[in-house]
């Protein structure tokens, strides 16, 4: 069944510092894969996405993801965080063949600290 | 500009009561999406629409009802039945999920 699973729930980290976050899918088909960040109160907003093109995504706020088929991960990184960077971060998959839904992680939330 | 519309933001139900969330959209999308958000439990999908006059249950459609009278419309009622609807609701629209969902700012329910 296709999945997608986002290690660790809360991250903290100091301002200036790398931001990791973890997510995972399972599927035995091509997957589109997706970044979503959400501030307190409002709804998702796209950080960025994969669709098969090139492996590296770059996207909104200085943030990247790096799509590993043989590790089936798509972790979110950004080098250096900013404070402004503090909300919740999902990851999101859908696949092709006629499935129009996105399947999302459970979220992480992000903490920056001074 | 094109985008979608959730409205009330805020919205207070009184025990037994139906209650009506809005979600409009000018982006032209098919396909829409309502979602709940709880803490600690990401977002469950409630019900989905692919066309007008069209829609399919969610993981959590109990106690929720939808239409689809319009492309641009995809209201979501909260029934008497919903026995814990305080949450956060969002609806999102999309062309086809491939190219990612926009979302609306949210609906707060609280039941009073």
């Known amino acids: 069944a296709q999945s997608v699973t986002q290690l660790g729930s809360h991250v903290s980290v100091s301002e200036g510092a790398l931001v990791l976050l973890r997510c995972n899918y399972s599927s035995s088909v091509p997957p589109y894969l997706f970044w979503y960040v959400q501030y307190p109160n409002q709804g998702l907003q796209l950080l960025l996405k994969?669709?098969?093109?090139?492996?590296l995504v770059k996207g909104i706020n200085g943030f990247e993801a790096e799509f590993k088929k043989s590790e089936t991960s798509f972790h979110l990184t950004k080098p250096s965080a900013h404070m402004s960077d503090a909300a919740e971060y999902f990851c999101a998959v859908t696949f092709s063949g006629g499935y129009n839904k996105l399947i999302f992680g459970a979220g992480t939330r992000l903490a920056v600290h001074p | 500009d094109g985008g979608i519309t959730q409205s009330p933001k805020y919205l207070f139900r009184k025990e037994g009561q139906n209650v009506t969330l809005s979600c409009e959209q000018n982006?032209?999308?098919?396909?829409m999406y309502w979602y709940r958000q709880d803490p600690g439990q990401g977002l469950r999908l409630i019900y989905y629409s692919q066309i007008v006059n069209d829609f399919q249950k969610g993981d959590i459609a109990e106690g929720y009802s939808v239409s689809r009278e319009k492309k641009e419309s995809f209201p979501l009622t909260v029934t008497s039945a919903q026995k814990n609807p305080t949450a956060f609701y969002l609806c999102?629209?999309?062309?086809?999920?491939?190219?990612?969902?926009?979302f609306g700012s949210g609906t707060r329910l609280t039941v009073v």
């Open positions: 982006l032209n999308h098919d396909a």
């Open positions: 999102a629209s999309s062309i086809t999920a491939h190219y990612g969902y926009t």
């Open positions: 994969y669709t098969s093109a090139a492996t």
